[in-house]
C-alpha cells in the first residue's frame, strides 16, 4: 500500500525556519517525481515544488522561489522541503505527492507571533 | 503563468442530478489538465488526468472532456458522497497551477 507521510509541522514565528519530512513506503521512491501543495485556511491548492526521480529537475512557484528548498534522498525513502525566512502567509497545511496519483495526509504550519 | 479559472463557484444540486463543472485556462494546456476532489479535512483524490482518464478506482459517473482552453468534469448522477469541493489543475506549463475549486453542495 502506497503511504505518504508528512512530519515537521508546528508553529514558528515570522522569520523564522522549518523542515518538513515526507515519508514514502509501498512503491519504489526513487522511480517517481514527487511535489510539495499547500493549501491556506479555507482556501484552494496551491502548487509550491517539483522535483524529478534523480534531483536532476526542479520547480518552484515564485511565491517561495529563494526561500524554500525541495530535497530527497532516495536510499531513505523521504522528501524534504526547507523552509526559511517564513511569512504569517505561509501557513497552510502542506501536502507531499507522488506525481499526483497518492498524497499524503498533511502537516500543519502555522507562522504567528 | 497560466490562470484556471473555474465556474460556477457552488452548484447546489441534489442526489442523482446531473453537475457539470467548467474550468477554462488563460492558454492553452493541450490535454495536460486534470480534476481533483477534496472533502473536508480530507487530502485532495485525483480524479481525472490528461483531460478524460480516470484514475484508478474513480467511478465511471465521473468524466472530463475538452482541449486547449476549455474543460469539463461531468458527474452523470450524483451521490451523496460527492458533494465535495473540485479543482482543476494544468500541468503543460511550469508553475504548474490550479483552479479556485467549485462547491458541489446540496
Known amino acids: 500500500e502506497v503511504q505518504l507521510v508528512e512530519s515537521g509541522g508546528g508553529l514558528v514565528q515570522p522569520g523564522g525556519s522549518l523542515r518538513l519530512s515526507c515519508a514514502a513506503s509501498?512503491?519504489?521512491?526513487?522511480?517517481?517525481?514527487m511535489n510539495w501543495v499547500r493549501q491556506a485556511p479555507g482556501k484552494g491548492l496551491e502548487w509550491l515544488t517539483h522535483?524529478?526521480?534523480?534531483?536532476?529537475?526542479?520547480y518552484y512557484a515564485d511565491s517561495v522561489k529563494g526561500r524554500f528548498t525541495i530535497s530527497r534522498d532516495n536510499a531513505k525513502n523521504s522528501l524534504f522541503l526547507q523552509m526559511n525566512n517564513l511569512r504569517d502567509e505561509d501557513t497552510a497545511v502542506y501536502y507531499c505527492?507522488?506525481?499526483?496519483?497518492?498524497w499524503g495526509q498533511g502537516s500543519l504550519v502555522t507562522v504567528s507571533s | 503563468e497560466i490562470v484556471l479559472t473555474q465556474s460556477p463557484a457552488t452548484l447546489s444540486l441534489s442526489p442523482g442530478k446531473r453537475a457539470t463543472l467548467s474550468c477554462r485556462a488563460s492558454?492553452?494546456?493541450?490535454?495536460?489538465l486534470a480534476w481533483y476532489q477534496q472533502k473536508p479535512g480530507q487530502a485532495p483524490r485525483l480524479l481525472i488526468y490528461?483531460?478524460?482518464n480516470r484514475a484508478t478506482g474513480v467511478p465511471a459517473r465521473f468524466s472530463g472532456s475538452g482541449s486547449g482552453t476549455d474543460f469539463t468534469l461531468t458527474i452523470s448522477s450524483l451521490e451523496p458522497e460527492d458533494f465535495a469541493v473540485y479543482y482543476c489543475?494544468?500541468?503543460?506549463?511550469?508553475?504548474?497551477?490550479f483552479g479556485g475549486g467549485t462547491k458541489v453542495e446540496i
Open positions: 490528461d483531460v478524460s
Open positions: 522535483i524529478n526521480s534523480i534531483s536532476s529537475n526542479i
Open positions: 489543475q494544468q500541468r503543460s506549463n511550469w508553475p504548474l497551477t
Open positions: 492558454q492553452s494546456v493541450s490535454r495536460y
Open positions: 509501498g512503491f519504489t521512491f526513487s522511480d517517481y517525481g
Open positions: 505527492t507522488r506525481e499526483w496519483d497518492y
